[in-house]
């Protein structure tokens, strides 16, 4: 079985991330080359980089950008935002991603799905999804960042890129994006265990303990998140520890010394570790060590 992964997201719009508060409210943070330095030096899987008014704007992503952060992140690299071609996809990789994101395109042309797919591999293709209760409190799929109904089903359409050739899932919860709750465990359960083909969990992480939620009861293959880890020191390798805490199969660094934490109740680290995080810490690590 692979291992889970640990993924934070880069949302940025004029040059600058910024936090999302449900796909209509922003607030600036910082650079995107600043973050991406520091988020693949504290032990991350992969980075995504989402350009929100890209499409919105009729531009393509920024090269240069993707040129120069990749130059320096040793770990891949998701790029979405702007892609409507082949062409743009090309450009990306040649810049320096490892894997592009689409949602609008793939809505408007789904068989684009599968021409990125024969192309570039399936490995290469993430298909973005943007989703809220309607006002008839069902699931449904919005477009244009989250502003307009689709009248697609979740689950239905998720099959459909897998079909079509997608080779990951990123699973965006509108209704929960930046407030905090955790994930809507209902919606990543629904579509991850539908699909065969891996399911990124993203939207209203809050607390470190979310992420260890969004796969024991979520299914999903990879948790991802944006808010926490801009505001939080050395949050990535604080919830790697939960994660590993919690017996989950997850990728190590080994230069983190995850057998030394615990954590008071916000979530920070405590001095002192505790018997049971080594214990685990060995069972994960025991083979390097006898």
């Given at each position: 079985?692979?291992?889970?992964?640990?993924?934070?997201?880069?949302?940025?719009m004029?040059?600058?991330?910024?936090?999302?508060?449900?796909?209509?409210?922003?607030?600036?943070?910082g650079?995107?080359?600043?973050a991406?330095?520091?988020?693949?030096?504290?032990?991350?899987?992969?980075?995504?980089?989402?350009?929100?008014?890209?499409?919105?704007?009729?531009?393509?992503?920024?090269?240069?950008?993707?040129?120069?952060?990749?130059?320096?992140?040793?770990?891949?690299?998701?790029?979405?935002?702007?892609?409507?071609?082949?062409?743009?996809?090309?450009?990306?990789?040649s810049?320096?991603?490892?894997?592009?994101?689409?949602?609008?395109?793939?809505?408007?042309?789904?068989?684009?799905?599968?021409?990125?797919?024969?192309?570039?591999?399936?490995?290469?293709?993430?298909?973005?999804?943007?989703?809220?209760?309607?006002?008839?409190?069902?699931?449904?799929?919005?477009?244009?960042?989250?502003?307009?109904?689709?009248?697609?089903?979740?689950?239905?359409?998720?099959?459909?890129?897998?079909?079509?050739?997608?080779?990951?899932?990123?699973?965006?919860?509108?209704?929960?994006?930046?407030?905090?709750?955790?994930?809507?465990?209902?919606?990543?359960?629904?579509?991850?265990?539908?699909?065969?083909?891996?399911?990124?969990?993203?939207?209203?992480?809050?607390?470190?303990?979310?992420?260890?939620?969004?796969?024991?009861?979520?299914?999903?293959?990879?948790?991802?998140?944006?808010?926490?880890?801009?505001?939080?020191?050395?949050?990535?390798?604080?919830?790697?520890?939960?994660?590993?805490?919690?017996?989950?199969?997850?990728?190590?660094?080994?230069?983190?010394?995850?057998?030394?934490?615990?954590?008071?109740?916000?979530?920070?680290?405590q001095?002192?570790?505790?018997?049971?995080?080594?214990?685990i810490?060995?069972?994960?690590?025991?083979?390097?060590?006898?």
């Amino acid at each position: 079985m692979l291992k889970k992964r640990l993924i934070p997201v880069l949302v940025h719009m004029d040059n600058l991330i910024v936090q999302s508060i449900n796909f209509h409210r922003y607030l600036p943070i910082g650079k995107v080359k600043i973050a991406v330095e520091f988020m693949q030096k504290w032990d991350v899987d992969e980075i995504v980089i989402l350009d929100i008014t890209a499409t919105r704007e009729g531009r393509t992503p920024d090269l240069e950008m993707i040129a120069d952060v990749s130059r320096k992140c040793f770990v891949p690299i998701t790029i979405g935002g702007g892609i409507g071609n082949i062409e743009t996809i090309r450009s990306v990789l040649s810049a320096g991603a490892d894997k592009i994101s689409i949602n609008s395109v793939a809505l408007s042309t789904p068989d684009f799905i599968r021409q990125s797919a024969e192309f570039f591999g399936s490995q290469c293709v993430v298909v973005s999804m943007d989703i809220k209760k309607n006002s008839a409190g069902t699931y449904e799929v919005y477009g244009d960042s989250g502003s307009k109904p689709t009248g697609l089903d979740p689950v239905e359409w998720a099959l459909k890129a897998q079909e079509l050739g997608a080779g990951e899932i990123l699973l965006n919860s509108i209704d929960r994006d930046g407030i905090k709750t955790g994930y809507d465990l209902q919606l990543v359960r629904l579509v991850s265990n539908a699909v065969s083909i891996p399911v990124i969990a993203c939207g209203g992480v809050g607390r470190m303990e979310h992420f260890v939620d969004g796969v024991k009861k979520g299914h999903a293959s990879a948790v991802a998140a944006a808010n926490i880890f801009q505001y939080t020191e050395h949050s990535t390798i604080i919830a790697k520890a939960h994660l590993l805490r919690a017996g989950i199969d997850i990728r190590l660094d080994s230069l983190a010394q995850y057998n030394q934490f615990t954590f008071d109740e916000s979530g920070r680290i405590q001095k002192k570790p505790d018997a049971d995080l080594e214990e685990i810490w060995f069972e994960h690590h025991k083979k390097d060590v006898i």
